[in-house]
């Protein structure tokens, strides 16, 4: 079974905070993505990276910055946290193979105060 | 770009069918999805179906694919409360690199 595990259920961060959130997977897979869900708005992917210290641009980056120093770890880093931030996260794996579908983490839950 | 169109909502009752439909506009679509996420949980894949099919069945689960029409559909047989959940649509072209392309979700609401 595909596991993907990210650090915390639930965070609460103030504003202007730096906050980690770790993603991480033990199936090998090549791909990695971050998301944020919000009501009425559906997934939007943040960054994804399809190796090893490799990231690309997804549809919101702004605010967001992320690393990928092993092949099983996925970082998502708000550098300053603000209001806006509030979201549901969720990260996602993916073999590199074309086709195959994404397995998803259990989701972060944040709130920035 | 490529979207996925789905109606947001979907209220059924306890022991009927359950239909959920979805749209897509690329017509190199190979792979199509559907997801399932229950209150506070990740995405968890329900089924899949390659674009070379027009059906497939697991369970009280059938998938529908009118290529044509890029087309895809959901239906759910002898609804249960367990099956209350956002259902979501996804799609891919055959490239292992890139994300899939998800819908903004059905909420199905089953009502006992």
């Known amino acids: 079974d595909v596991k993907v595990t990210q650090s915390s259920r639930y965070l609460v961060k103030r504003t202007g905070e730096k906050v980690f959130l770790e993603c991480v997977q033990d199936?090998?897979?090549?791909?990695m993505f971050w998301y944020r869900q919000d009501p009425g708005l559906g997934l939007r992917l943040i960054y994804f990276?399809?190796?090893?210290?490799?990231?690309e641009k997804g549809d919101i980056p702004e605010g967001y910055s992320v690393s990928r120093e092993k092949k099983e770890r996925f970082s998502l880093i708000l550098e300053s946290a603000s209001t806006n931030q509030t979201s549901m996260y969720l990260c996602?794996?993916?073999?590199?193979?074309?086709?195959?579908?994404?397995?998803f983490g259990p989701g972060t839950r944040l709130l920035v105060l | 770009g490529e979207d996925v169109e789905q109606s947001l909502f979907l209220s059924v009752r306890e022991g009927d069918s359950s239909v959920i439909n979805c749209t897509y506009t690329d017509s190199s679509s190979t792979y199509l999805y559907w997801y399932k996420q229950e209150p506070g949980a990740g995405l968890q894949l329900l089924t899949y179906i390659f674009s070379n099919m027009d059906m497939k069945q697991d369970q009280r689960l059938t998938v529908l694919l009118n290529k044509k029409d890029k087309h895809l559909s959901l239906r759910i047989a002898d609804t249960q409360t367990g099956d209350s959940a956002i259902y979501f649509c996804?799609?891919?072209?055959?490239?292992?690199?890139?994300?899939?392309?998800f819908g903004k979700g059905t909420r199905l609401s089953v009502i006992a």
């Open positions: 990276s399809y190796d090893v210290k490799m990231k």
């Open positions: 199936m090998d897979h090549e791909n």
């Open positions: 996804a799609e891919t072209a055959n490239s292992g690199n890139t994300p899939l392309v």
């Open positions: 996602a794996s993916r073999p590199g193979t074309g086709g195959l579908a994404q397995y």
